[in-house]
């Protein structure tokens, strides 16, 4: 049984089906691993050295999203911030 990997070594590989909407991943990679754990997606399976098996996950539970590049005034920022406060003290 191997315990770790070396950076080279660890991948993860994801399969989407266009037919049944749904995305298979394999991943040895630890982060990956606590990022599909965090979504509350568990493995179907764990292999002795450590690589996850994950299946037929629905195709709206995965996404690729781009850094946020959003700039804003101090104006802005100010009324963002109000509205937010707003909000908190509405909840509360």
Known sequence: MRM??????RETVIQCDDETMKWNVYTLQPR???KLKK???EP????QDGAHYYEDIDFGR???RNESTRT?????RQ???LRLK???EKKN
């Open 86 to 88: 707003k909000g908190r």
């Open 39 to 41: 979504a509350g997606i």
């Open 79 to 81: 009324a963002a911030a």
């Open 4 to 9: 770790s990997y070396v950076a080279n070594e």
């Open 44 to 47: 179907a399976r764990i292999n």
């Open 72 to 76: 804003m005034s101090e104006e802005q």
């Open 62 to 64: 995965v996404s690729f």
């Open 32 to 34: 990956v691993i606590t």
